[in-house]
C-alpha cells in the first residue's frame, strides 16, 4: 500500500533562519507531487507541483522554493523565513497519469516562524 | 477562473441532523469534484467525489449535489454525528498532466450531541 511520509511534525524557527521541510512516497512510482500551505483558519493554498524529477511549478511566488530530487521525494526549502511563513505545510502526492485520482496528504507540518 | 468559493465558513447542527456546505466554481473546465475531511493536526482526507455527467453521488450518510448549469455543489450529511465535526473542503480539478486540485476555503462543522 501507499503511505506518505512528512517530517517534521512541529518546527519553530526564528526569523532569517533556513528552512527545509522532506516528503517521501512509498509504494508508487511517477507520482504527481505537491506542497500546500494552510494558514490559521485558512483554506489549502498550493504552492508548488512537481510531475517528474527535477520539474518543479510553483503556483505563488514568495519566499519559498521546491526541489524533487528523486522521483518519490519532494523538498520544501527556504533561505531566509518570514514572520509570514507561519503555518502548516501539506505534502501530497497523486497517481501520475492516472487523472482525477485521489490526492493523499500527510499529516503535515506545523511551522511556527518566531 | 481558477476560485473555488465555499460557504457557510463554520457551521453548527445539532446531533442527526443535516449538514449542508456549498460551494461554486467557475471554470467550466474543472472536471473532478471531491470533498475532503480534516480533523485537528491531521491532514485532509477524501471523502467523497463526484465527475460532472451525474447530478449526484451518495456514500453511507454523505451525499454529493452537482448543479452543472449553476456551477454548484454541494456536501450533504445526514443524521449528523459528533465523530463528523470537522474542517470539510471542497475542491476542483482539470483532466491534465498537472492535475492539481484547487480548493475551496473550508467549513469548519461542529455537530453537538
Known amino acids: 500500500s501507499q503511505t506518505i511520509h512528512q517530517w517534521p511534525a512541529t518546527l519553530v524557527q526564528p526569523v532569517g533562519s533556513p528552512l527545509s521541510l522532506e516528503c517521501t512516497v512509498e509504494g508508487t512510482s511517477n507520482p504527481n507531487l505537491y506542497w500546500y500551505r494552510q494558514a490559521a483558519g485558512r483554506g489549502l493554498q498550493l504552492l508548488f507541483y512537481?510531475?517528474?524529477?527535477?520539474?518543479i511549478s510553483s503556483e505563488v511566488p514568495q519566499n519559498l522554493s521546491a526541489s524533487r530530487p528523486q522521483d518519490r521525494q519532494f523538498i520544501l526549502s527556504s533561505k531566509k523565513l518570514l514572520l509570514s511563513d507561519s503555518g502548516f505545510y501539506l505534502c501530497?502526492?497523486?497517481?501520475?497519469?492516472?487523472?482525477?485520482?485521489?490526492?493523499?496528504f500527510g499529516n503535515g507540518t506545523r511551522l511556527t516562524v518566531t | 477562473q481558477q476560485q473555488v468559493k465555499q460557504s457557510p465558513q463554520s457551521l453548527i447542527v445539532q446531533k442527526g441532523g443535516i449538514s449542508i456546505i456549498n460551494c461554486a466554481y467557475e471554470n467550466t473546465a474543472f472536471d473532478y469534484f471531491p470533498w475532503y475531511q480534516q480533523f485537528p493536526g491531521k491532514g485532509p482526507a477524501l471523502l467523497i467525489a463526484i465527475r460532472p455527467d451525474v447530478s449526484e453521488k451518495k456514500e453511507g450518510r454523505f451525499t454529493i449535489s452537482f448543479n452543472k448549469s449553476a456551477k454548484q455543489f454541494s456536501l450533504h450529511i445526514m443524521d449528523s454525528q459528533p465523530g463528523d465535526s470537522a474542517t470539510y473542503f471542497c475542491?476542483?480539478?482539470?483532466?491534465?498532466?498537472?492535475?492539481?486540485?484547487?480548493f475551496g476555503t473550508g467549513t469548519r462543522l461542529q455537530v453537538f450531541p
Open positions: 512537481s510531475v517528474g524529477i527535477g520539474q
Open positions: 501530497a502526492w497523486r497517481g501520475g497519469r492516472l487523472y482525477n485520482s485521489p490526492l493523499h
Open positions: 475542491a476542483a480539478s482539470i483532466e491534465d498532466i498537472t492535475d492539481k486540485l484547487i
